[in-house]
């Protein structure tokens, strides 16, 4: 129990001291960048698909924007959670 009460403890000067803001901007920011460059590698693979097999080029673009979006999905939950981070 005595664990616990030091960890709250912790918790409590780190959230006054404003390193939990910045880590939340820090997170927001990795978020969007992680984002950005997978999203580019979709877009890299998808390129290299077609030009590989040009007859298969409608399926691999709707493939292409499914997983862009289940990408920025994700990034956009990142995002969030470090605003939020930041702003409470």
Do not use: H, W, Y
């Not at 890299?44 to 097999?53: D, F, G, N, P, T």
């Amino acid at each position: 129990m005595a664990l616990l009460t030091v960890l709250l403890q912790a918790g409590e000067a780190v959230a006054s001291s404003g390193i939990a803001q910045a880590g939340g901007a820090i997170g927001a920011g990795i978020a969007a960048i992680a984002a950005g460059i997978g999203v580019g590698n979709i877009g890299k693979s998808a390129l290299e698909s077609i030009a590989r097999q040009p007859e298969a080029a409608n399926d691999i673009r709707a493939n292409m924007i499914l997983a862009a979006a289940l990408v920025e999905g994700v990034a956009l939950f990142g995002v969030i959670a470090g605003l939020l981070a930041v702003v409470l």
